[in-house]
């Protein structure tokens, strides 16, 4: 009797590894993705803020742009993205010029965060990138002389 009890004597150490394998690495993989869209959604929330700021903060339109871009590549620096900040910006303006007294201006950045470890072949069941937007609209002073 005591030889047939002892058949069992360690696989409850070896179901405990199996079961923490297979629910350990789903919940990494998916903190790892969240942090990856959280530091997206700081760095868009950011850029997207400061460049509306800068722009109707700024002398013309031109240097307005030009700002604009450079405080984009500053916030998604800060947070880890290589992403063109040319390319993550959209400005848009109320008025024409753009840099009118009382109009306003609306900055919206863009990233996409790329899912680490899907493999390419994967992309037409699952997409492989997460959009991550913000839009943020700054008002040009009303006083502000016209140029």
Do not use: H, K, N, W
């Not at 990233?111 to 839009?135: I, K, Q, S, W, Y």
């Amino acid at each position: 009797m005591r030889q047939r009890c002892d058949g069992d004597r360690g696989s409850a150490l070896v179901e405990f590894l199996g079961i923490s394998l297979v629910l350990l690495v789903p919940t990494v993989y998916l903190v790892l993705v969240l942090g990856r869209i959280q530091a997206a959604t700081f760095a868009v929330e950011g850029a997207a803020r400061e460049a509306a700021r800068v722009y109707v903060a700024a002398d013309d339109a031109a240097q307005g742009a030009s700002r604009a871009v450079t405080a984009v590549g500053v916030a998604l620096a800060d947070q880890g993205f290589d992403d063109d900040p040319a390319g993550a910006l959209d400005v848009r303006c109320s008025a024409d010029p753009c840099l009118t007294p009382g109009a306003e201006v609306a900055a919206t950045v863009q990233v996409r965060v790329p899912l680490p470890f899907v493999p390419t072949f994967v992309g037409d069941v699952v997409p492989l990138e997460v959009p991550v937007r913000a839009e943020r609209v700054a008002p040009v002073d009303t006083y502000r002389v016209a140029r």
